[in-house]
């Protein structure tokens, strides 16, 4: 089979030898852009690298690779003279380094069986040997495993692409008759001695689990170890001027294959972050300082119930829909807000799709979504901007504000089935249910929590005096998009409303500190967000007439791909409720048994806002979906854990123990605290003695201008 990309052809002979910063000849920036559209165009995902370098300019590097003709074209007119590549996302390119490369040497059979694939040469001569991966397979990147300067690009990781130019003037080129010309799903599969040896290389089961392996091996990393050594790995590749991304990929592969048991990949992330904030040149003196080291004890020595920390910022960008909707709020917003932006944009994508779509387990795409942020930091922005949209669509009158009682919210779905709330101050509706006896307000949570599991089947209204039937609600989507100040949200929570499943069906997402203002802008909403509103607002699943009294919402189908890692994501959620079981820890059941309802959900939105009018669930999908709630569904634990509170009394402890924990050392002394508590001091003395005996605190004595005073300072299980 002949592999040809003709755009990249003539690049082979061009003798572009004086490559010089953001200089190229224009023929050459033209090829650039050119096989960057044709590789799309085939089924492969690109981006742009460093002009003469191998470093990803986009922001996540190569999780940002697309096939869209617009953004190719906008990343190329940027910087037209920079490299391509390919994110290998379900291929396994085969990398051997240098010209001389005796692997297969003397195996002429093999050498020919892997000829049938596309071959690049790099600039230094070696080879890619491009193969796809057969279904259900999840290879990723190796270093000199498969051979000797044998390495493998597979899922996690990317290739550069001729007729990408290096800094010495050199090219990436196809070998002769060896073009890359055909789509991914038409790429030769490797040789079946070969997928064995890839097979024995890939010691994790597909997904996302972190599975203890029972090799023993020199090259193992045990517990107490695994921080500080991948944190080395990580100065090592940042000292020859890896980039953050290439790092990442690097230490998620050495922490699945290596370490026993793996960490969790949110702490490999920060390992990653932490050494990519030094420069190349300065990496030598953290490593001799052992920065590293002093930040892997600590990492290694935390609890598990430690905080995993707000959400990352590349977990909060799914293509299509959401992020160009977050595009044009963060780009008009006087204080613009990631989280802000991505929960209104996700909320509204949710309530577009009510009763529309659905999973192959019956799924479907409402959602309780709460935005957690301090006063004048961007929470009404996102709310004007999905108000504006529905009334641009004739949508509006589906748009709720506060929930006044749980009959109150049936009546209204009654009328419209599918709704999206959008409620300020969300923390003092609870309270207010906390405080009041009224039944108007005990009905609400009982009716949040009855919609949200009626979204794929039918709500019994309540009877009504003089009405024979109550009426039914059939298929109801409610999608509330909810705003609270952090710490007031998680205060108002009861025991009730974190055992009782609100609080596990309440995504929770919390802003960092407001970010600089900027001029606020008055845009136009982005042609391509209406397109996709009005799709949804005007397409039918073959209801006809009857479509808004008894939907029957399209299936969305699963990659095999994905379902594999969706149901290891499961197997690994069910491993932590089985610990919070034994620990007796309720809340924890009770969140970790949602984990795999929730991911589904957000995978499902994940693939109709990449694409509305053909949705497929993908590894992407999945893998992000999965990221994002384990993440989250951590942080959310930590967070109650440290705020929610039992009774008032509680309550002041738990807010001790934060002055604390937010204090130089995580000590101060006793009139310091007695002031930053602002209670009595008997009472105080109570929460003293009872923090005391819980072993969360520990005092000693202080000596300050010839006075004796009492420090107090955290515990380690505090």
């Given amino acids: 089979m002949a592999y040809r990309l003709e755009s990249c052809r003539s690049v082979t002979t061009n003798p ?62 940027a910087r037209p003279n920079s490299n391509i590549g390919i994110s290998t996302q379900g291929l396994i390119v085969i990398d051997f380094d240098g010209p001389q490369n005796s692997w297969l040497a003397d195996d002429r059979e093999r050498m020919l069986q892997l000829s049938v694939a596309p071959m690049a040469i ?28 044998v390495d493998t690009r597979g899922n996690g990781g990317y290739i550069v692409a001729p007729p990408s130019v290096m800094s010495n003037g ?55 170890q695994r921080n500080g050594t991948l944190a080395r790995l990580g100065g090592s590749m940042r000292r020859v001027g890896m980039s953050e991304v290439e790092i990442l990929a690097a230490l998620i592969q050495a922490n699945n294959d290596r370490c026993t048991p793996p960490l969790p990949q949110n702490e490999v992330e920060r390992i990653a972050a932490s ?87 019956d799924i479907r795409s409402n959602l309780y979504l709460l935005g957690l942020a301090h006063s004048a930091a961007g929470k009404d922005h996102p709310r004007k901007i999905n108000t ?11 748009l709720g504000d506060r929930f006044a009682s749980g009959e109150g919210i049936q009546d209204a779905l009654f009328l419209s089935p599918s709704m999206l709330f959008q409620t300020d101050e969300f923390d003092g509706m609870l309270q207010s249910i906390a405080r009041d006896k009224d039944a108007r307000y005990e009905s609400i949570i009982g009716t949040l929590l009855s919609m949200y599991s009626a979204s794929n089947s039918v709500f019994p209204m309540r009877r009504k005096a003089g009405k024979e039937y109550p009426g039914a609600i059939d298929q109801p989507c409610l999608v509330i998009f909810g705003t609270a100040i952090p ?107 949602r984990v795999d309802e929730q991911s589904r959900k957000l995978a499902l939105l994940y693939a109709i806002s990449e694409n509305h009018a053909a949705p497929s669930i993908g590894v992407e999908a999945a893998r992000w979906s999965t990221q994002f709630m384990f993440h989250q569904t951590r942080r959310m634990l930590y967070m109650a854990q440290c705020h929610a509170a039992a009774n008032p009394f509680h309550c002041c402890c738990l807010r001790l123990l934060r002055k604390l924990r937010e204090a130089p050392g995580q000590t101060l002394s006793h009139s310091t605290l007695l002031k930053k508590m602002k209670l009595d001091a008997k009472t105080f003395q109570q929460i003293i003695d009872t923090l005391h005996q819980q072993g969360d605190i520990e005092s000693s004595q202080s000596l300050t201008h010839g006075r004796t005073g009492v420090l107090y300072r955290l515990t380690t299980g505090g």
């Avoid at 852009?33 to 996540?60: I, W």
């Avoid at 504006?388 to 589906?398: D, F, K, N, T």
Wanted: hydrophobic share 35%; charged share 20%.
């Fill in 487 to 593: 710490t007031h949200y998680y205060e108002a929570l009861s025991e009730r409303l974190l055992t009782n499943g609100f609080f596990a069906r309440t995504i929770t997402l919390e802003s960092g500190p407001r970010g600089a203002g900027q001029e606020p802008r008055i845009l136009e909403l982005p042609p391509r967000v209406l397109q996709s509103a009005r799709h949804w607002r005007y397409c039918h699943t073959g209801s006809g007439n009857l479509d808004n009294l008894h939907p029957n919402p399209a299936v969305v189908p699963y990659t095999t791909d994905a379902a594999r890692l969706l149901a290891a994501a499961r197997g690994e959620a069910e491993g932590e409720y089985t610990r919070a079981e034994s620990r007796g820890d309720a809340v924890g059941t009770t969140v970790w048994g």
């Fill in 16 to 77: 572009c030898r004086s490559y010089a910063g953001e200089k190229a000849l224009s023929t050459v920036t033209n090829q650039l852009l050119e096989a960057a559209s044709r590789y799309a165009v085939l089924g492969y995902p690109v981006f742009p690298c460093v002009p003469g370098d191998k470093n990803p300019l986009t922001q996540h590097g190569f999780l940002d690779a697309s096939m869209d003709p617009g953004q190719i074209e906008r990343w190329w007119h």
């Fill in 170 to 224: 050199s090219a990436y080129r196809w070998a002769p008759g060896g073009e890359l010309n055909d789509t991914p799903e038409n790429l030769p599969e490797p040789p079946a001695w070969l997928i064995e040896q890839l097979d024995q290389l890939a010691i994790r089961s597909p997904g996302v689990s972190s599975v203890v392996t029972n090799s023993t091996g020199p090259n193992q990393i045990p517990e107490g």
């Fill in 275 to 361: 050494v990519a904030r030094y420069e190349p040149d300065t990496i030598s003196v953290a490593l001799v300082e052992d920065h590293y080291g002093q930040m892997s004890v600590a990492a290694e020595s935390a609890p598990e119930s430690s905080d995993p920390g707000c959400i990352p910022e590349t977990l909060l960008r799914i293509p299509g829909f959401v992020s160009e909707l977050m595009d044009y709020c963060l780009a008009t917003a006087p204080y613009p807000n990631s989280v802000m932006a991505f929960c209104g944009a996700l909320s509204l994508q949710a309530f577009l799709a009510g009763r529309k779509v659905r999973d192959s387990a």
């Fill in 122 to 149: 790099t600039p230094r001569g070696g080879r890619h040997r491009v193969f796809r991966q057969p279904a259900g397979k999840n290879w990723r990147c190796t270093e000199k495993r498969l051979a000797p300067d």
């Fill in 388 to 398: 504006r949209v529905l009334h641009e669509i004739g949508m509006e009158s589906s």
